[in-house]
């Protein structure tokens, strides 16, 4: 890899943005997705104490 390529895209991007031809498209998703609680690994019927499988005293 010696930059031929980004000394290409430059280029011709820097071409494009002089003759006026560059649109830009910007997009934000700021989605929330919520799942059941099951769904996080919760177990039905209430809490149950699970073992750490780290080091002791942690």
């Known amino acids: 890899m010696d930059g031929t390529f ?8 820097a071409e494009a943005g002089a003759a006026g031809d560059v649109e830009r498209l910007v997009s934000v998703d700021s989605t929330v997705v919520r799942a059941h609680q099951h ?10 104490t699970r073992l750490s499988a780290g080091p002791e005293g942690v």
């Open 6 to 13: 980004d000394r290409m895209l430059r280029a011709a991007q």
């Open 39 to 48: 769904a996080a690994g919760a177990r039905i019927g209430g809490s149950a």
